[in-house]
């Protein structure tokens, strides 16, 4: 295993309270594994992948742990965490147009980069031009300004970026919801490319669309208002997934071959709860079709078949 | 109902405006009554320079729009009005089409000051309220609300439920979906299929391929502003015929169906503006390109079935 997270809690702090953001999340992703984590917008898929490397006002660590490569990463601890970031942990931002300087030509900046990491740029040249022929970037982009560039190439730029140190875990927060078509198939290739080839151990790709995750996602985590709903292999979450949250959020997929006047696609009716006082028990309960009283108590997320994680009580009936 | 024809929009770019860019290059179709009509292109295209065309927000360099037989092209004061009476368009940023200080619920009065200055309230309250109830939300949970207490699939409902409040027989939606989740983005499409089959005819501007496919009757696919293909949809997504098309069609992310593994090949649009405007504006990255002299010269758009039509030289040398 290589990123173990225990029961980790991050609440954001307001001044009306808490804000239950990420509740008791335990999970495990393997060397090489590219996990997929999806959900609605609003359901704290960016808060885990912010908390794993910068947990960062007004966000607040309740409780739990997180080991990485059997070490324990201090996520808590901004001064101790400088030691893990970029080397180990390493992200790949929502906005690719916003995580480059944009007053600095884009080598000076990767060479500012590595120098505050102690490490020497000139060694690491040959490498990145390497990596920049992998991703299909010219070297001359290295003096150019970020504006030159069109947001498929930031993308790619950020990603060989970030990825430079070959850190064990990568997070990669929608990539590729800003890009088109042509330039989304491109870039999830190459994040696999990078995975085959050791430039990172294990990613966590983080998205909404589900799409897109079956082809480049080996497992697939779905989050519901800030609890885990369900985990899986891609093939079982598309095809048989059991949590009623997964299904209907695949059933709402529009696809190429479904059209509104053959077969009319049912959306999920009402909205997912307020975090500032969530409800209690399960937190799907209000949407869901199949809830009973059971579900006044929280559901535990439980190995129902192998590598298969449900939190539903009727899971597996 | 709108007929687009031969429109070009041209912008003046580089320091003092010394270089053109041509954004929207000779483009013609049309809508049909209660039609809709997707425009597919991927950015950069010109997909929304066209919809604000039609919307007046932005000038035609040449070219003209017809609605219902008036060119509507260089319309001004009370007749420009009259037009809005009629065409309406919605964008793709619920959040950012209002302004957080007031209620939301203030863009109807704006309609009303501006529109129907003589309506009582009584009737004018009864029209909002059968506006609202026709796009599906309930006037008493949302009404009176600031736009940051409602959703984004309520905000869109409410922008499409005020282009209701007029005589509005075009709709313009740009990219209306691509902000919204899953689970609301299928309300709000579902609601667009409702309005058209009331006799409402919606150009649909998306990136997103398979949202076209589920509403729109016709397609038309876009790059770098000219038209490359189109047709009735189910031509279009199932015989696409241009190359970029097919290469659309294969980049798609489908459920139950992996992407095949080729290469790696991104020629990047944003790399090379060709120089010569005349020419395929596909040919630099077009895989079965054919030797200068035959694409240099910009195919026209040639109707390969009833209703189809492609703009690319190997289906015409095929045909003849």
Not at chain 1, 7 to 27: M, N, R
Not at chain 2, 110 to 127: A, L, Q, V
Not at chain 2, 176 to 181: A, K, N
Request: hydrophobic share 40%.
């Amino acid at each position: 295993m290589s990123l173990q997270v225990k029961d980790l809690t991050v609440y954001y702090q307001t001044l009306k309270g808490d804000v239950h953001a990420l509740e008791s999340t335990t999970f495990g992703i393997a060397d090489g594994e590219i996990m997929g984590l999806a959900g609605e917008s609003g359901c704290g898929k960016t808060t885990l992948g912010q908390s794993l490397i910068f947990l960062h006002p007004p966000m607040k660590l309740i409780k739990g742990g997180v080991t990485l490569d059997n070490k324990e990463l201090p996520i808590g601890d901004m001064e101790r965490m400088n030691n893990f970031r970029f080397k180990k942990v390493s992200i790949i931002p929502q906005y690719a147009m916003n995580a480059m300087n944009p007053t600095r030509k884009i080598g000076k900046m990767v060479a500012d980069l590595l120098k505050s990491r102690n490490v020497d740029f000139k060694s690491l040249l040959p490498e990145l031009k390497r990596r920049l022929d992998l991703v299909k970037l010219s070297y001359d982009v290295l003096n150019m300004y970020p504006i030159e560039l069109s947001g498929g190439m930031k993308q790619r730029m950020v990603m060989v970026l970030s990825t430079m140190l070959n850190p064990s875990l990568l997070i990669a927060d929608e990539i590729t919801s800003a890009l088109d078509v042509s330039s989304q198939k491109a870039v999830s290739e190459m994040l696999v490319q990078f995975r085959d080839r050791g430039y990172c151990k294990s990613v966590i790709v983080i998205t909404h669309d589900i799409s897109v995750l079956y082809q480049i996602a080996d497992t697939i985590l779905i989050m519901y208002a800030g609890q885990l709903a369900e985990k899986a292999p891609t093939d079982v979450i598309v095809h048989s997934s059991q949590h009623p949250y997964t299904k209907m959020l695949i059933s709402t997929l529009p696809e190429v071959g479904v059209r509104y006047v053959d077969k009319q696609l049912a959306g999920i009716p009402g909205g997912p709860p307020l975090l500032l006082k969530p409800p209690v028990g399960c937190r799907f309960r209000e949407r869901c079709p199949l809830a009973f009283e059971k579900c006044l108590e929280k559901p535990p997320f439980v190995e129902t078949e192998k590598d298969h994680f449900v939190a539903c009580w009727k899971a597996g009936t | 109902m709108l007929t687009l024809d031969g429109v070009s929009k041209v912008y003046r770019v580089g320091t003092f405006g010394g270089k053109s860019l041509v954004a929207v290059n000779d483009v013609s179709f049309d809508v049909g009554d209660s039609e809709v009509v997707s425009l597919i292109g991927e950015s950069g295209s010109g997909k929304t320079t066209i919809g604000k065309m039609i919307l007046h927000l932005t000038s035609i360099s040449s070219g003209a729009i017809r609605f219902n037989g008036v060119d509507v092209s260089r319309l001004n004061g009370r007749a420009r009005k009259e037009y809005y009476r009629h065409v309406q368009g919605v964008f793709q940023d619920p959040f950012s089409s209002y302004n957080p200080i007031f209620k939301a619920d203030r863009i109807f009065r704006t309609i009303r000051e501006e529109f129907f200055p003589k309506i009582d309230s009584h009737e004018w309250n009864e029209k909002i309220d059968s506006s609202m109830r026709a796009v599906g939300l309930n006037p008493d949970e949302v009404l009176n609300k600031f736009p940051h207490q409602l959703s984004g699939g309520q905000l869109q409902r409410f922008l499409i439920a005020r282009a209701l409040l007029l005589d509005v027989q075009f709709l313009v939606a740009d990219e209306i979906i691509s902000m919204l989740d899953a689970s609301t983005r299928v309300g709000v499409l579902n609601l667009l299929a409702e309005l058209k089959s009331r006799g409402l005819s919606i150009l649909f501007i998306t990136h997103d391929l398979s949202l076209g496919y589920y509403i729109s009757q016709k397609s038309v696919i876009l790059y770098r502003g000219c038209v490359v293909e189109m047709g009735p949809t189910e031509q279009v997504y199932h015989h696409p015929l241009h190359p970029y098309t097919k290469m659309l069609m294969a980049c798609v992310p489908r459920l139950g169906m992996k992407w095949e593994c080729g290469e790696i090949e991104v020629t990047n649009p944003n790399v090379k503006q060709p120089d010569l405007p005349s020419g395929c504006a596909y040919y630099d990255r077009c895989p079965v390109a054919g030797n200068k002299r035959d694409c240099s010269t910009s195919p026209s758009l040639v109707e390969v079935e009833p209703g189809h039509f492609v703009a690319c030289w190997r289906q015409t040398k095929q045909e003849s």
